[in-house]
């Protein structure tokens, strides 16, 4: 399979990708933009403001993905595909949804300089950051497979939605965590902190249910397979 790259392909070339082709440049470059947030969250863990706000300013300013978008959109009508053009457009919104959901959370995240209250809630929260990382990629291997093995992305999606269970046990020790401090419920570290980890769970939750849908994708066109 050739790897393609947004800052080395032109318009021409991007018009000659196929649907399939379109579809993977789209999920990595979001699935980029989402790494580069959940290190930024990683630099404001470790104290390195530089680095968290240039991470996050990268993920609300960067929009190359348009260009991919309207490439898709302008081929998809014209051409021939074992899935329905409503599943494939689906799936596309679906992708284009965590860039959404990441975008927000970074334009909140920036409102204010949070410091942690200590070392183990940094780590807790690293932890759901190592995994939150690891669905993310985990996620973008499954679109791939979808347009060649439908088994493998369905067990691929499989793995995240386990690995999402296990993180929603962490989430709450966390909160458990955070309201137990020592801290006034209404102060803007507290709050901060709170809708920190709610953030970063919606993320997974888009995560866990667009692989529920790849899953009722390979159920649906798995005779074809």
């Known amino acids: 399979m050739v790897i393609f790259s947004m800052k080395e392909i032109s ?10 082709e379109l579809t993977h440049l789209f999920v990595d470059n979001i699935n980029e933009q989402n790494l580069k947030l959940i290190e930024g969250i990683e630099f404001l863990v470790e104290e390195d403001f530089d ?3 240039q991470n996050l300013n990268y993920v609300i300013e960067t929009n190359t993905e348009v260009r991919i978008k309207k490439a898709f959109e302008s081929k998809i009508f014209k051409s ?6 409503a599943d494939r457009l689906k799936l596309f919104t679906k992708i284009n949804d965590i860039k959404n959901i990441g975008e927000f959370s970074a334009n909140k995240m920036l409102l ?15 932890n759901i950051l190592k995994s939150l990382k690891l669905i993310s990629n985990q996620l973008t291997d499954a679109i791939k497979f979808i347009g060649s ?3 493998k992305a369905h067990d691929i999606c499989e793995n995240i939605k386990d690995k999402r269970r296990n993180m929603r046990r962490e989430e709450w020790q966390l909160l458990n965590r955070l309201y137990n401090y020592d801290m006034d ?8 902190l709170k809708e920190l980890i709610e953030g970063i769970m919606m ?12 899953q009722f994708l390979a159920t649906k066109y798995l005779i074809f397979d």
């Open 11 to 20: 318009e021409k070339e991007l018009k000659k990708l196929s649907i399939d």
């Open 51 to 53: 680095n968290f706000t």
């Open 80 to 85: 021939k595909l074992m899935f329905s053009k």
């Open 112 to 126: 204010y300089r949070v410091v942690f209250p200590d070392e183990e809630f940094k780590l807790q929260i690293l």
């Open 149 to 151: 093995d439908l088994t």
């Open 185 to 192: 419920y209404l102060s803007r570290t507290f709050l901060y």
């Open 203 to 214: 993320l997974a939750d888009h995560i866990k249910s667009f692989s529920e849908y790849i």
